[in-house]
């Protein structure tokens, strides 16, 4: 595998690869890989010949500078996983390769709707942060799918959006998530939770699980059901963020006549912010 700084490499190498026919497959993260992004790379080794990922921490997303302070930096742990999955190529730019004109000065990608509401009110400009970032790397691989985990489904549906919107010519793949024994999504956000925390962190699994099986039981009081949620996590020492169910497409409400949802969770632990989110299919 090889490893990259700048965008002129990154684009010589991947001439080098569709000049030979080659399926492009692209991984974007933040690093700190774990099984979860290494499952998303296996995926991309499956429908691509040729597998490039990215690591950015990118600034633009993170509305607490403290938070982008501690987010965890592995880079020379992520090159051996990344070696050891039969990744190609790895994209590991600076800030200023990404923003040569300062992040103030930066082009901005917006996506309404979906990036509203959820996380999107716990934090106000992530998604516009997320949306461009991963726009510029979208326009700088040019590759022939992008793969994502469903664990983060609000940005998994706001990067479809955007590719929808602006016709951008490739597949965005979605691989189901990751978890720990317990149930627990993985993330590097795990990082921040202690053994007991950890432990107790698979209650928020357990919780959409019930929520799940009641609405397809038949329960239809979607807000009693999410606010009964939040109290159980609530017991266990969670500060609860949010608990709702909307329709898996677009993360529109829910009618009584929906039958595909999802319902999506938020909540702090210690001192790691945890995401997790459950499909629900209805006859």
Same mark, same amino acid.
């Given at each position: 595998?090889?490893?990259? $700084?700048?965008?002129a490499?990154?684009?010589?190498?991947?001439?080098?690869?569709?000049?030979?026919?080659?399926?492009?497959?692209?991984?974007?993260?933040?690093?700190?890989?774990?099984e979860?992004?290494?499952?998303?790379v296996?995926?991309? +080794?499956?429908?691509?010949?040729?597998?490039?990922a990215?690591i950015?921490?990118?600034?633009?997303?993170?509305n607490?500078?403290?938070?982008l302070?501690?987010? %965890?930096r592995?880079?020379?742990?992520?090159? $051996?996983?990344?070696?050891d999955?039969?990744?190609d190529l790895?994209?590991?730019?600076?800030?200023?390769?990404?923003? %040569?004109d300062?992040?103030?000065?930066?082009?901005?990608?917006s996506?309404?709707?979906?990036?509203?509401?959820?996380c999107?009110? #716990?934090?106000?400009?992530?998604?516009?942060?997320?949306?461009?970032?991963v +726009?510029?790397?979208?326009?700088?691989?040019?590759?022939?799918?992008?793969f994502?985990?469903?664990?983060?489904?609000?940005?998994?549906?706001v990067?479809?959006?955007?590719?929808?919107?602006?016709?951008?010519?490739?597949?965005?793949v979605?691989?189901?998530t990751?978890?720990?024994?317990?149930?627990?999504?993985?993330? +590097?956000?795990?990082?921040y939770?202690?053994? $007991?925390?950890?432990?107790?962190a698979?209650?928020?699994?357990?919780?959409?699980?019930?929520?799940?099986?009641?609405i397809?039981?038949?329960?239809?009081?979607?807000?009693?059901?999410?606010?009964?949620?939040?109290?159980?996590?609530?017991?266990?020492?969670?500060?609860p963020?949010?608990?709702?169910?909307?329709?898996a497409?677009?993360?529109?409400?829910?009618?009584k006549? #929906?039958?595909?949802?999802?319902?999506?969770?938020?909540?702090?632990?210690?001192?790691?912010?945890?995401?997790?989110?459950?499909?629900?299919?209805l006859?």
């Amino acid at each position: 595998m090889k490893t990259v $700084e700048t965008v002129a490499e990154l684009q010589a190498e991947i001439r080098a690869a569709k000049a030979q026919g080659k399926r492009v497959g692209f991984v974007p993260t933040m690093g700190n890989l774990h099984e979860g992004h290494m499952i998303l790379v296996d995926q991309a +080794s499956e429908e691509c010949d040729f597998v490039v990922a990215s690591i950015f921490i990118n600034p633009l997303q993170f509305n607490d500078i403290d938070d982008l302070g501690r987010y %965890p930096r592995t880079l020379a742990a992520d090159q $051996e996983h990344l070696k050891d999955r039969d990744c190609d190529l790895l994209f590991f730019p600076s800030v200023d390769e990404m923003y %040569p004109d300062g992040q103030d000065a930066q082009t901005t990608v917006s996506v309404p709707v979906v990036s509203e509401g959820l996380c999107g009110d #716990s934090r106000p400009g992530h998604f516009d942060g997320v949306a461009t970032v991963v +726009s510029k790397l979208f326009h700088m691989v040019q590759p022939d799918a992008a793969f994502f985990g469903e664990k983060d489904f609000q940005q998994l549906t706001v990067i479809r959006k955007m590719v929808r919107d602006l016709n951008l010519p490739f597949d965005v793949v979605g691989v189901p998530t990751c978890r720990e024994e317990n149930g627990l999504a993985m993330s +590097s956000r795990n990082n921040y939770l202690s053994e $007991e925390e950890r432990n107790t962190a698979g209650q928020i699994y357990r919780v959409l699980n019930e929520i799940c099986e009641q609405i397809k039981g038949g329960a239809k009081n979607y807000a009693e059901l999410c606010e009964h949620g939040k109290a159980e996590l609530a017991k266990h020492g969670f500060e609860p963020d949010y608990i709702e169910v909307r329709c898996a497409d677009e993360l529109k409400q829910p009618s009584k006549k #929906s039958t595909d949802l999802v319902v999506l969770a938020a909540a702090i632990l210690g001192k790691a912010r945890l995401i997790d989110n459950l499909r629900v299919q209805l006859n």
